[in-house]
């Protein structure tokens, strides 16, 4: 199993530029997730999907799309990139384990800055 | 809403020794679980621990384990016989009630010393 990829690894946009980042997993897991890291904040949750078809926001998804046609994707969408996108970007993806435990696999995680 | 802190914005440890990572939460959900990852400076995001809500005992996996205080909301990560290779920054995370979202603290940069 390749696990959760993403690509590309760094990306540099102007302000106003468009760009897709692209997730895919080959676990068949039904949750994937978008975070970003900024430096001293921890990750923050951008959007997620419990499967395909199914998609909401999480804390800070201003500025992002989403989409989930299959199981295996889940690219997000920057529409107008700005200089406050600056971050990492990390996907995740998880299944349910049992009862009471969801193990996240993170992807390798994309540099984007924006200038 | 659910919230997450670390107040140790670093630590310092000698080889060796054992360190303990502070990790408090609130949440209003009675079904949750706590994580704790691993992110070295090469910036991927290891997965080290995991505490389900309903859990009576700690958590352990190896080195680590997890100190689980339920009335406290806290659940601190204890790392033993601290090698170098633990040098990274460590997050503590919570997992909604509902399933796959995770809040995270903001971190805490541990470094261990000869």
């Known amino acids: 199993n390749a696990g959760v990829t993403q690509t590309p690894k760094f990306q540099v946009l102007k302000t106003g530029q468009s760009m897709t980042l692209q997730c895919a997993q080959d676990m068949n897991h039904e949750y994937m997730s978008w975070y970003r890291q900024d430096p001293g904040m921890g990750l923050r949750l951008i959007h997620y999907?419990?499967?395909?078809?199914?998609?909401d926001q999480g804390e800070v998804p201003n500025g992002y799309n989403v989409s989930r046609s299959t199981t295996e994707d889940f690219p997000l969408r920057l529409l107008s990139a700005a200089p406050s996108q600056t971050s990492v970007y990390f996907c995740?993806?998880?299944?349910?384990?049992?009862?009471?435990?969801?193990?996240?696999?993170f992807g390798p995680g994309t540099r984007l800055t924006v200038t | 809403a659910q919230k997450i802190t670390q107040t140790q914005p670093g630590m310092f440890v000698q080889e060796k020794e054992a360190v303990t990572l502070d990790c408090t939460y609130d949440t209003s959900d009675q079904s949750y679980g706590l994580f704790w990852y691993k992110q070295p400076s090469s910036g991927e995001m290891i997965f080290l621990i995991y505490q389900g809500s309903y859990d009576e005992q700690n958590a352990t996996e190896g080195r680590y384990s997890l100190n689980f205080q339920k009335a406290r909301k806290s659940a601190n990560l204890v790392i033993s016989a601290s090698q170098l290779g633990d040098s990274a920054m460590y997050f503590c995370?919570?997992?909604?009630?509902?399933?796959?979202?995770?809040?995270f603290g903001t971190g805490t940069q541990l470094k261990v010393e000869l």
């Open positions: 995370a919570m997992r909604d009630g509902g399933g796959n979202k995770l809040t």
């Open positions: 995740a993806s998880s299944y349910r384990q049992g009862p009471d435990s969801y193990e996240q696999y």
């Open positions: 999907s419990v499967g395909a078809g199914i998609t």
